[in-house]
Structure formats: C-alpha cells, structure tokens
C-alpha cells in the first residue's frame, strides 16, 4: 500500500499564475482533506472533501477550490497566487468523515510563489 | 473556537534524556492525535487518543479530558527522534498546533 501520494513534490510559480496539487489517499479511504503549513506554523484547514463534494472549510479564500474524483482522489486548486500562498500543502486521508479514525499524510507539495 | 497550545515550543536534549512534550486545548474534543513531522515535511501520525494512555515502543501518550491536556514522551531520546512533534484535536475537523520543535544531540 503506497499510503498517501501527492504531486508534485515542489512547485515553483510566478504570482497571478494558478497551480494544482493532487493527492491519492490511502487504499480504503474515502474522505481526504487539505492543510496549508507556512514555515514554522502548524498545518492550518483549507478544506475536506468526502464523496466528490465539499464538505468543511477552513478560513480560506474563494481562490481556493478542489475536487474530488470518483476513485476519491482529489485536487486543490489555487487561482491568482500570492507571494503569501508560498507553503507546504499537506493532504490527509481517513477511512470516515469524522477523524474518529487514524488519519495518515502525504508527503506534502512545496509551493514556492515568485 | 477551538485552539491547541503546545509547550514548549523548542526543546533540546542529551541521548538518553527523557522527554515530556505538552498539549492543552480549549473545547471538548472527540480525539486527540500526535504527529511527528521531518525536516522535509512529510508527516506520520503517532497516536489517536480518547481517553487514558497509550504506549508505542518508547513513545506514550496521556490524555486527561477533563482537564483537556495531552503530554506525549519518549523515553530513552535518540538523536533520530529529532523532529517536529505537532497535536491535533479533532472535532469535525483537525485543528493542529504549531509544534513543538525536539532536536536530540549524541
């Protein structure tokens, strides 16, 4: 089992550009979501998506968007990038909803905003 | 709003220290997970807790609900346990800290 994959590993762009990170989860699992850590800061929610639709969202903008696929892959979108979208982006999978099971990582996509 | 605070924010140690590493949070949860995270960035979930104490190899976990703190140690530290140790409580979704950064010298 290949756990969590995201791609691309590291990501340079200039800013205005748009960019799309994905994530596989974990075999088994359904629900993925998506986290934001800047430097020296925790993981902070951007959303989570279960059965194609968006289900939570954390406090970010509507430059922010995802999918979901059938086979419960999943894509974050980021339109107009900022010099301050520069992070790790993080996806976590689980098998349900609500995190009452354990959640496993990617190995995350460094976005670098120029 | 739920946040989650964790101490102390760096922390070096000798090999063969023991380690205390700690997390409160400000609302009722359902579980809490630690996570240890490597330069790199990838990180691997730890543990899940609800309630007590759980042990992995030299890793424990506590959790007092009531209280609402978590402490998570190593015993015996080793210089390959150097890294990001971050807490999660989770209600309808993970809400992390920012992590307690652990570097660990020979």
């Known amino acids: 089992d290949a756990g969590v994959t995201q791609s691309p590993t590291h990501l340079i762009k200039t800013r205005g550009q748009q960019v799309t990170l994905r994530c596989s989860p974990k075999s088994g699992h359904d629900t993925v979501s998506w986290y934001q850590q800047a430097l020296g800061q925790g993981p902070q929610f951007i959303f989570q998506y279960y059965e194609e639709e968006e289900r939570q969202r954390g406090n970010f903008p509507d430059r922010f968007s995802g999918h979901q696929f059938p086979n419960y892959s999943s894509e974050l979108n980021v339109n107009a990038l900022l010099l301050g979208d520069s992070a790790l982006y993080l996806c976590a999978s689980s098998a349900t909803m609500n995190w009452d099971t354990e959640a496993f990582f990617g190995q995350g996509t460094r976005l670098t905003v120029v | 709003k739920n946040e989650v605070e964790q101490s102390p924010q760096n922390l070096t140690a000798q090999e063969g220290e023991f380690i205390t590493i700690n997390c409160s949070y400000s609302?009722?949860?359902?579980?809490l997970h630690w996570l240890q995270q490597h330069p790199g960035g990838g990180i691997v979930s730890l543990f899940m807790?609800?309630?007590g104490k759980k042990k992995h190899g030299r890793l424990i976990a506590t959790i007092n609900i009531q209280e609402k703190h978590s402490s998570l140690h190593i015993t015996a530290s080793h210089p390959r346990d150097s890294a990001v140790y971050i807490c999660a409580s989770h209600t309808d979704k993970l809400i992390f800290g920012t992590g307690t950064r652990l570097q660990v010298f020979p």
């Open positions: 609302v009722g949860i359902s579980a």
């Open positions: 807790l609800s309630s």
